[in-house]
């Protein structure tokens, strides 16, 4: 299966934020929209970076509070992994567990068009494997 394959699936909805938005605006879109992160774009195309749940906490705990007021591009990460949309699925999986990152943003060129969370992954892979279970016991019984 492709990428593509999967955003048709799941739908190509990708939640962004400015790089200068506060913090406070970005732990409200990631409730709001109950993802673990957002891309972040000043154009909702263009990647500039992407900020996690993880990213939150790890400099809220180093800074404190006061992180709060920042600004979204002070705790992005700015080395965003990304791939096209006709990348096998398994690669993408790989590509995940090596550089231990949840989320990679699809580009079609230099145009963001989805994202792909581990939970995506792990769903498919899910819906396959009960798939496999149910046409094995369709055979056995059959």
Known sequence: ?????????????VVTIEP???????????ATNSVGALVVSADGESIEGIVSERD????????????L???????????????PPDTELDELMRMMTKGRFRHVPVVDGDRLVGIVSIGDVVKHRIDE??????????YITS
Request: with cysteine; hydrophobic share 35%.
């Open 69 to 83: 007021n920042e600004p979204v591009s002070e705790i992005m990460s700015r080395h965003v992994r990304t791939c």
């Open 1 to 13: 299966m492709r990428i593509k394959d999967l955003l048709r699936q799941k739908g190509g909805l």
């Open 20 to 30: 200068d938005r506060p913090v406070t605006d970005l732990l409200d879109s990631l």
């Open 56 to 67: 939150v906490v790890r400099r809220l705990q180093r800074f404190g509070p006061e992180l």
């Open 129 to 138: 494997l009960e798939g496999e279970r149910d046409q094995l016991q369709a």
